[in-house]
């Protein structure tokens, strides 16, 4: 199966500071990866799919990007409703698999 | 509006069986795909596997093949996940979720509101 690892496990930032988190795959996935949002006692809420593609609904100061083995999800500006833990998924490959996770947090 | 709403908590003990589930509304149940994620208390997402109600064409994550069985009733647009023999480290949170697409992407745009299974002697 396709390993997905995240990184930092935590991310600390500071309100309006730029946040930038870290996907690799263990083998290509093309560009077949979602990020997902999961806020604290929440169900997970999608945030992109083709490395890149916004959801529905989804604030312009999130942006993904990648292809092949390494995605980033980037939040421009923290804002405190942000605080959540994100987690990466493939597609590309049965099974899927999510990494496993990164959360963010107010510094 | 699209809704998936879940069973209630269970709390069973190890070897018993199990089946818990996630009816759909708002939309047609046998053009997606149907997905099962767990979750462990205080741990990340895991999946479980996908099903689709239109032929029951079935994948499992082969860390759970075997142990869980998914499956659906067209007549009532819900789907199952089940276990004939529980064991305490399947204590997890049980999401089901719609299994979208936009041309070759694909990804899970509703989510139920989860199932809490608490195994334990």
């Known amino acids: 199966e396709i390993v997905m690892t995240q990184s930092p496990a935590t991310l600390s930032v500071s309100p309006g500071e730029r946040a930038t988190l870290s996907c690799r795959a263990s083998q290509t996935v093309n560009s077949n990866l979602a990020w997902y949002q999961q806020k604290p006692g929440q169900v997970p809420r999608l945030l992109f799919y083709?490395?890149?593609t916004r959801a529905t609904g989804v604030p312009a100061r999130f942006s993904g990007s990648g292809s092949g083995t390494e995605f980033t999800l980037t939040i421009s500006s923290l804002q405190s409703e942000d605080i959540a833990v994100y987690y990466c998924q493939q597609y590309d490959m049965w099974p899927q698999t999510f990494g496993q996770g990164t959360k963010v947090e107010i510094k | 509006e699209v809704q998936l709403v879940q069973s209630g908590g269970e709390v069973k003990k190890p070897g018993e069986s199990l089946k818990i589930s996630c009816k759909v509304s708002?939309?047609?149940?046998?053009?997606?795909?149907i997905g099962w994620v767990r979750q462990v208390p205080g741990k990340g997402l895991e999946w479980v596997g996908i099903f689709y109600p239109g032929d029951s064409d079935t994948r499992y994550n082969p860390s759970f093949e075997g142990h869980v069985t998914i499956s659906a009733d067209k007549s009532i647009s819900t789907a199952y996940l089940q276990w004939r023999s529980l064991k305490a480290s399947d204590t997890a949170m049980y999401y089901c979720?719609?299994?979208?697409?936009?041309?070759?992407?694909?990804?899970?745009?509703?989510w139920g509101q989860g199932t809490l299974v608490t195994v334990s002697s």
């Open positions: 708002g939309y047609s149940f046998t053009k997606y795909w």
């Open positions: 083709g490395a890149s």
């Open positions: 979720a719609r299994h979208d697409h936009d041309g070759d992407n694909f990804f899970y745009d509703y």
